[in-house]
């Protein structure tokens, strides 16, 4: 039976610790010692000083955290799905054959700043280890790696405020003789504007604006860098309990693609699908991006594509060691790079935007070498078309797949000024850039195209922007009231079918589910008694899809008649397959047969 001392302190209005010694007999034991603003944890040949500036160290051991999402994970750890967990070993270095090398130069200095930035942004944990490990320093840092590597990289205890837990699982697994030591570092000041940003996301998702300015007015106080705000904002939205399934579920599609080498069009089918999933539930496409980018190489998509070889012809013209040969980029050839930029995001190929990426950079050096400052301008005019292609893309997205999006005329003059200049450019560029994809898209919803139509419209014909933001806010607003009615609408009948219900019966539900929504105009509630009536009837599909149609197409595996139904029926992609999950959930079905039918179906397709 092991026994616990603890210590705990400040070292200023930034970093707090935490020290956990465990072993038998404990209470011995004098582990530190105070001397002016620092401490020193010791034990024979194992020493940690903290400081006001940051954690000096020598003897065995190392430090360890919990991995935060989006971070530059190795890639070892990230294609093992249980890893968690980052853990480094004092004076252990990986050989260029991938072989860890063990050193007996443990000793080191580590400014908090590292710490908190190579590590954990909030927490990080260091420790030592005396009686179950001998010999030199190197063989026992050899030792400790077999003892306490695997459950120091896998559980989920690291994560924890609490390191009683910890201890007791380390502890464990050393000999009865052994005392652990273990130092919690804590950034107070990481932590307030992690605890402020999770109250507000978990709150609201789509954060209000002055709701916003509060958080950043707090890191603006706390001194907090862009870069560890930005980490602590896509770890908070990584543990969202909506996020983590779609993000883990990409995660592992993408493992098993670069552990196979290639993505079958059916994976790229799933991967797309699930994208699209999260655009239409808030998702932030920040999530998804470190997992491209560590696991999407070169060699998973086809080797350079003719747009890729049209990007790479067009931009060398930039770089030409000949002022006479470096091309001037005419208007077919910026439509041509356009369409590159497109095909490269329908593939998530980011090998385009190194190309772009590292053709800034030359083009830099060679300014600042002394080049004709034209060069950087030629440049800037190819940069600033792909970010009027990115701005409107998103915005596009936006109003196609996420229900009841807020609409401001600030987005709708930026989509104007960028229609017309992709116009001047080409008739067309706009329509073929940005909306004939989504409006192909099969899991467009009716109110996503009916605001990408009107949309259309409205900038082909020039519409006044007013207008326009009317239009679009008509359609928002009926698609809020839909949702409201059949929210209503299921809760009234529960297990009852509109098919069972007589006229007075329908009157009644009618008048029911018009009095509890919010109607106060007279186009309000004539939208709404319409609205009624399709749902009415909507409902209805959905009773014989659910009873009858469905049964038979998992039982048979008809993904055909799926698709034939989908097709027709008028429902919604997404809120069908919300349907298949929950009647699969209900009746205890395999999800291994749903997902194939809508693999063949996407084939289909």
Known sequence: MHQELRLHGHIDDAVEYFVTVAGRDAQRFHFYERSGDGLRIFAPGNEIRLDATGLTHWGNGGSFCAYMHGVEQP?????????????VLFGARYRDNGELQFSSDTGGRIPYDSIFEEGHAISNCFFFVTGSVYGALATQQEGLLCLLGKILKRT??????????????????????????????????????????????????????GEFERLRALAQRLD???SQQRRIRIAVMYSHRDNRPVVDEYRDILVDCHLRGAISRQENARLTRLKTLATRNKIPPALFEPLDRHLRYDKLVDQEQDYIAATREILSGLLQDNPRLSAVITREDLV??????????????????????????????RVHGGADIALAERLRGILDAFDHFERCLKEINNLAFMVTVRIQETMLTELQRSYRQFERLQPGLFEELLLSDVLCNRFLGSYGRRKLLCLR???RAGMARAVLLTQLQ????????????????????QADYVSDLQGAAVELLRQQVLAAVDLVTAEQRACAERLFRQLLVQLETERYYLQQ????????????????????????????????????????????????LRRQAAEIA
């Open 474 to 493: 008509q359609i928002t607003d009926e698609e809020r009231l839909h949702g409201q009615l059949l929210h209503l609408l299921k809760q009234l009948l």
């Open 457 to 459: 419209e409205a900038l």
């Open 549 to 596: 149609l469905l049964p038979r197409i998992l039982r048979q595996r008809l993904a055909e008649l799926r698709e034939d139904f989908l097709l027709n029926s008028g429902l919604d992609r997404f809120y069908v397959e919300e349907l298949e999950n929950a009647y699969v959930a209900r009746t205890g079905l395999a999800t291994e047969v749903l997902e194939q």
């Open 224 to 226: 907090i860098s862009q």
């Open 156 to 209: 989920a205890r690291v994560a924890e405020s609490d390191d009683a837990r910890l201890v007791d699982e380390l502890f464990g697994l050393l000999g009865h003789k052994s005392y652990f030591y273990l130092l919690r570092l804590i950034h107070k000041k990481h932590l307030a504007y992690q605890e402020l940003f999770r109250d507000l996301y978990f709150r609201y998702r789509a954060i209000p604006d």
């Open 75 to 87: 890639l070892a750890d990230l294609l093992k799905k249980d890893v968690c967990n980052r853990l």
């Open 336 to 365: 041509r790079l356009l369409h590159s930029k497109r095909q490269a995001l329908l593939n998530r190929d980011y090998l385009f935007d190194q190309i772009v990426l590292e053709t800034s950079r030359i083009c830099d050096e």
